[in-house]
């Protein structure tokens, strides 16, 4: 099972496009909440260092449909503590569904 995932993710070029997605949610954010970015000093693209977390495959009661999650860990730079996260969910056919961008 592990071996299709990760088939499908590099298939899909999963990763890549998530973090692409992150970039360009991250530029809105600062645009559109400037006073919450200043609150964690999130001025501009070197002010964050995202890191994937790895992704998974869900079989998901709530939505009543399978996907794929790519989870990105944010980081200040030069900080170890996490300030949030981001992460998108695909379909069977490597389609994005959603995406979220929380800060903590």
């Known amino acids: 099972m592990k071996n299709e995932l990760e088939k499908f993710v590099q ?6 496009r998530t973090f692409v997605s992150f970039w360009n949610c991250y530029k809105n954010y600062l645009q559109e909440y ?3 970015a200043g609150e964690y000093q999130l001025i501009d693209r070197d002010s964050v ?3 994937l977390y790895g992704y998974s495959f869900v079989i998901s009661k709530k939505f009543q449909r399978d996907f794929v ?3 990105i860990d944010i980081y200040q730079k030069n900080e170890t503590f996490e300030i949030g996260e981001y992460w998108c969910i695909y379909d069977e056919n490597g389609e994005i ?8």
């Open 11 to 16: 298939e899909h070029d999963l990763i890549q």
């Open 34 to 36: 400037p006073e919450e």
């Open 49 to 51: 260092q995202p890191e």
């Open 69 to 71: 999650k790519v989870l």
């Open 97 to 104: 569904l959603d995406d979220t961008f929380v800060l903590d």
